[in-house]
């Protein structure tokens, strides 16, 4: 073997160690340039998101129990159908409610004419005032003619103190007729017959009656879908007894549970994006926040915790965020109360405040379904003044 040989065998490996070094150097030169992408892309945009799998979906649970007591005798609806705002969910046996109308409808009849009376009465008083100042009028006469015969004991002394005896009685009289007067007069007061106390308590008291036999059904105050129903045919209910409960599909909001180490930079109308479980990826619902909770879940528990006391660990808090949906993505994929949430955050924006600032000037909800007309009881009202007026 030459000399020249030998010297060339060790080339091959110094090759490889050559070229093993530049991948190296090149492998680490991407991780560098890596990290740093990564480090500028948290920088810039990673970091100024926060985001949570600790939210579910809530929404309005509207309770629906009566306004008066009774029988069941009908329950309209099942769990899961959906009602309109005003359809009658439970209806009530009514005799109870009819019996109590009639009655009304009788008590104010009778205090119309009770009251007519006393109107009436008031004529026949004054009539009585001006008999009886006839008859004192007459008296004084008889007194004064009698007085100079008297005087000249032209009669007795006995008829002289009989006319004057005439006199007192028929005043006593006049005074009992006015003071009679007076006192039907502070019973009607030149008043209306129809504005009279005791015709409009009969009146308030038919009003009464006639509500509540329209309260026998038992109506949604708003759209919806029923849940937790609970009432059931020939049940006697009160007006605290709970029937069901009707939610509505739409005005949902997300509460998610941030760690208190994640709120620094949350404000509210601060963009946010929500997934749901129960459609996964493919459906993004967007939101915005707008508003966080004033106390923890464990402030307002039913023990709360006793952190001065005893051995404590510290356990980080999670603070409600509560995210208002925007309600067409809601209605092309509807939500279900309760339903677990991914949300995540945009805190790129400082601009709005960490807690309210302004007064609502509106009711949150409001509904009118529960609003009854009285035109109806009214008319009937006058015409049974009218009836029994004379």
Do not use: C
């Not at 004084?140 to 004991?153: H, S, V, Y």
């Amino acid at each position: 073997m030459s000399a020249s040989a030998e010297a060339q065998r060790p080339q091959p490996s110094a090759n490889k160690k050559k070229k093993r070094k530049s991948v190296l150097i090149v492998l680490a030169l991407i991780i560098v340039l890596a990290g740093i992408a990564w480090g500028a892309y948290w920088f810039l945009v990673l970091r100024h998101f926060q985001e949570t799998d600790d939210a579910y979906v809530a929404g309005n649970q509207v309770q629906v129990m009566a306004q008066v007591s009774g029988s069941v005798n009908k329950v309209w609806f099942e769990d899961t159908d959906f009602v309109k705002k005003g359809d009658v969910l439970v209806s009530l046996d009514k005799t109870d409610a009819e019996q109590a109308f009639e009655k009304a409808q009788t008590a104010l009849a009778t205090s119309v004419r009770q009251t007519h009376q006393l109107m009436i009465n008031g004529r026949q008083y004054q009539a009585s005032i001006t008999l009886q100042q006839t008859a004192l009028a007459q008296a004084q006469a008889d007194l004064k003619r009698r007085e100079p015969l008297g005087a000249a004991n032209l009669i007795g002394r006995e008829e002289l103190q009989h006319a004057r005896d005439a006199v007192a009685t028929a005043k006593a009289q006049l005074d009992v007729a006015i003071q009679q007067y007076n006192a039907n007069q502070a019973m009607i007061l030149n008043t209306s017959l129809e504005n009279q106390p005791a015709v409009q308590q009969s009146a308030a008291e038919l009003r009464d009656a006639w509500l509540a036999l329209q309260r026998t059904e038992i109506r949604s105050p708003m759209d919806g879908f029923v849940s937790r129903r609970s009432v059931q045919v020939g049940s006697q209910i009160s007006t605290n007894t709970p029937l069901m409960a009707v939610v509505p599909a739409t005005n949902l909001w997300v509460d998610a549970n941030f760690k208190e180490t994640q709120l620094a930079g949350v404000r509210i109308g601060q963009p946010a994006t929500v997934v749901a479980d129960i459609y996964g990826d493919d459906v993004v619902y967007h939101g915005k926040v707008v508003g966080l909770d004033m106390g923890t879940g464990s402030a307002f528990s039913l023990l709360p915790a006793q952190n001065a006391t005893g051995n404590w660990i510290k356990v980080v808090q999670r603070l409600p965020v509560r995210i208002e949906l925007n309600q067409e993505d809601v209605a092309r994929h509807p939500l279900r109360i309760g339903l677990s949430t991914l949300v995540k955050i945009d805190t790129t924006s400082q601009e709005g405040s960490m807690l309210a600032t302004t007064v609502r000037q509106q009711a949150a909800y409001s509904s009118n379904a529960l609003a009854i007309d009285l035109a109806p009881v009214n008319q009937l009202i006058t015409d049974i003044v009218r009836a029994n007026a004379g």
